[in-house]
């Protein structure tokens, strides 16, 4: 099981603490009280995925109790699983095409490393941990490609105490013995995760000038700048990294995100954002479905289907053409030339209408 799938078992999980289904003992639970704590969560505004996951969550908690004799049978089995359309739209973001030049046209005055990292975000979208995981190794710099084939993502710490009651520390991030944490290296969740993806001239000019400047720091700080080691022992020379050449976390990407949309004079948007606005433009500029779908690294089509309104509205200006082809209004003959009809006349002056053809052949010789 991936850390992030874990972690999200243990916050949905959280959702039953303190409450009259968790105080519930096995042998009195029934449909009902499982049902009710749906109700409820969705009357809190959880989205129906949401409360579907805690249901398989649930569900394969209970098959493992009934498994081990703990439980006689599943109750879970007698509760329908939550479905229907979430109610919770897609809304797109109010992040404009607009908006993203007035980014770039900011970007192309700062430093290689953050003029290529926005660029790069705003051009096809790659996730946060696929730009922050890029290696060197990845980037063909001759052809201008990307394999975008790994991931970095941050690991929760964990507590190493025998009794965490009695640890001093705060959290697992603080106790003596914490274990497991830190910024792992992966890879993208899904076939189509793993893919190539071709950079514009504009983004691999940078590019070519922060691997120049990589080079010159590698000779410069010496030990200092180490190619960064995850705790897995994988390595990696990363592209966009501190000075020492560990990677960025998360959230000091996020802070310099905010801090670059403040220059720019734009309003609070998600770093997400980027990636919504890359898909729409790219589908209104009328680019195959599918292909939008690599880029994007998409696996489901129900990711495109989010962007359904910019479909809709390619197919509407299809129409207004298609109608405006067939409905036309037919042109009204063109009055001819007074100039070609006055040379005409002056080329057949004279000629009388030829009516046999030996009379003509006289009249040509003479």
Known sequence: MRDST?????????????????RTKLDKLNPEHIETFYARKRAEGKAV?????LHRILNGAFKAAVKRGRLGSNPLLKVDAPSGRSDEAFVPPTFTPEDARKIIAHAETLPPSEAARWMIALTYGPRQGEILGLGWDAVDLDSGQIDLRRTLYPKKWRHGCDDRSRCPAKGPHLCPSRHGG?????TPKSQAGRRSVPVPKQVLKHLKKLH???????AAEGERR??????NGVTVDLVFCQLNGRPHRPESDWRRWEALLEECGVGHRRLHDARHVSATMMLTLGIDARVVMDLMGWSQRAMLDRYQHVLDDMKRDVAAQVGNALWA?????????PQSVMDIEEATAGDATVVDFDEWKQRRVG
């Open 226 to 231: 180490q190619q960064y080691t995850d705790p």
């Open 182 to 186: 830190g910024l792992f290296f992966g």
């Open 6 to 22: 874990l972690e999200g078992y243990e916050a949905k999980i959280a959702w039953l603490k303190n409450t009259k289904l968790a």
């Open 212 to 218: 120049a400047e990589h080079l010159a720091l590698n």
């Open 329 to 337: 209004e037919p042109k009204p003959p063109e009055d001819p030339d």
């Open 49 to 53: 995925a949401s409360v579907l996951q």
